[in-house]
């Protein structure tokens, strides 16, 4: 079965594979420490560890809490986040 980019995001943010991360001494900056907090703990705004995939590009994805809305960009590869 082929797994899709959603699939990929979903398996990188759910709390059990987060037990195998590497945790970061420090974040680099508010981006990356706002990536972590979002992968440590789900959304920033409910704690829901569920989300709805939006447009991709590049390295990038848009990601949308399926429990309150709240709207980030990601990127995975870069340990980066912030609100749109």
Same mark, same amino acid.
């Given at each position: 079965?082929? %797994?899709?980019?959603?699939?990929?995001?979903?398996?990188? *943010? @759910?709390?059990?594979?987060?037990? *195998?991360?590497?945790?970061? !001494?420090?974040?680099?900056? !508010? #981006?990356?420490?706002?990536?972590? %907090?979002?992968?440590? #703990?789900?959304?920033?705004?409910?704690? @829901?560890?569920?989300?709805?995939?939006?447009?991709? !590009?590049?390295?990038?994805? #848009?990601?949308?809490? !399926?429990?309150?809305? @709240?709207?980030? #960009?990601?990127?995975?590869?870069?340990?980066?986040?912030?609100?749109?």
């Amino acid at each position: 079965m082929k %797994q899709t980019i959603l699939d990929a995001v979903k398996d990188y *943010f @759910s709390p059990v594979s987060n037990l *195998f991360k590497a945790k970061s !001494a420090k974040p680099k900056d !508010a #981006n990356e420490a706002m990536f972590i %907090q979002i992968r440590d #703990n789900g959304c920033l705004d409910c704690g @829901s560890h569920d989300f709805l995939e939006g447009p991709t !590009a590049s390295i990038a994805m #848009n990601i949308k809490c !399926a429990n309150c809305g @709240s709207k980030y #960009n990601i990127a995975p590869m870069m340990q980066f986040a912030e609100r749109i």
